[in-house]
């Protein structure tokens, strides 16, 4: 049985698919195995994985109708014969010491998820960096940190090494959009222990033509501000989560403010609903242990919307 699975998820990806394959198969790692999940692509991304799967015998090719991103990580993670799981995007890279670096790690500190830092790239592939420190989180200690600092490499699901019993009763959520920000909290929850390094082994491909529209953006701040909702809900049987998942509330409303501020969204409506709103809880959050300095400030600046947005329009410039 292989030690790690690593899951790709592949939609017509044709002109990105070899370099991740490629990347996956140069690991300086043994006893792993490579699960493509085509999504339903209409390019050649299937013809490209199935010729992989016969040139080796440890990539494995799934065909499914075209469901999303979600149902494809679920489909492999669920086919994933791996002790511990690895969910790579079909157009990103990773370093050659990714896997033996993350297991590393993950075994000698007894953790049930590793995590490294990531970079964007356009076409050149940065330097990996030299090994770091290792820092080890308890499962309260690293779902607070991501509600409370909401850290984009904590966020992501692609940077990390996960043991994979971790997943049997969570899965992605089909149908949605930035899934991750939707899950990652949960894994963290379900970990006993969570190990940290700053290596950069993970390498995020930055495409054309990805820059956000408007709605886009509203539709992503909806994601984040849903996900708060959620983790409050779900941690409604541990209070210091719960008082975690309140401040990344908080700060959902605040991210509102700051792109109708920065005139990015324009939305006057929300503008003053999203202060009504926050307003409206304000005695909550004093008592919130949680409630960073940065937070405090803008609270209290937004007793005065106006000089609250002049001087967020300032910050933005």
């Given amino acids: 049985m292989p030690k790690v699975s690593i899951i790709i998820p592949a939609y017509n990806i044709e002109k990105y698919l070899s370099a991740c394959l490629d990347s996956a198969l140069s690991q300086d790692f043994s006893n792993y195995e490579i699960v493509v999940i085509d999504d339903g692509s209409t390019d050649n991304t299937p013809k490209i994985s199935d010729e992989y799967a016969k040139k080796y015998e440890n990539v494995i090719t799934i065909h499914q109708k075209n469901s999303g991103l979600s149902s494809a990580r679920n489909t492999g993670i669920k086919r994933a014969k791996g002790e511990y799981v690895a969910l790579i995007d079909g157009d990103d890279i990773i370093a050659p010491n990714f896997l033996a670096r993350l297991y590393q790690i993950v075994t000698k500190t007894n953790s049930d998820i590793a995590i490294c830092n990531f970079q964007e790239f356009s076409d050149t592939i940065p330097a990996v960096s030299a090994p770091s420190k290792i820092s080890v989180e308890s499962r309260n200690e690293a779902v607070k940190k991501l509600l409370i600092q909401q850290e984009n490499r904590d966020i992501i699901a692609c940077n990390k090494l996960y043991k994979k019993e971790i997943f049997k009763n969570i899965e992605f959520p089909v149908g949605q959009l930035h899934e991750d920000t939707l899950t990652t909290y949960k894994l963290l929850a379900a970990a006993s222990r969570v190990a940290n390094i700053d290596d950069v082994l993970y390498f995020y491909r930055k495409r054309e033509g990805s ?107």
């Fill in 211 to 317: 820059i956000m529209a408007e709605q886009d953006l509203k539709k992503r701040l909806e994601i984040k501000e849903r996900a708060a909702n959620e983790a409050i809900a779900y941690f409604e049987n541990n209070p210091e989560l719960k008082l975690a998942a309140e401040v990344a509330l908080l700060l959902s409303k605040f991210a509102y403010l700051d792109n109708i501020a920065s005139g990015k969204i324009h939305d006057q409506k929300l503008w003053q609903e999203t202060i009504k709103e926050i307003n409206s809880s304000r005695k909550n959050y004093k008592t919130n242990p949680y409630l960073t300095k940065k937070l405090k400030l803008y609270l209290v600046l937004l007793k005065m919307p106006l000089v609250y947005k002049t001087f967020r329009k300032i910050i933005h410039e």
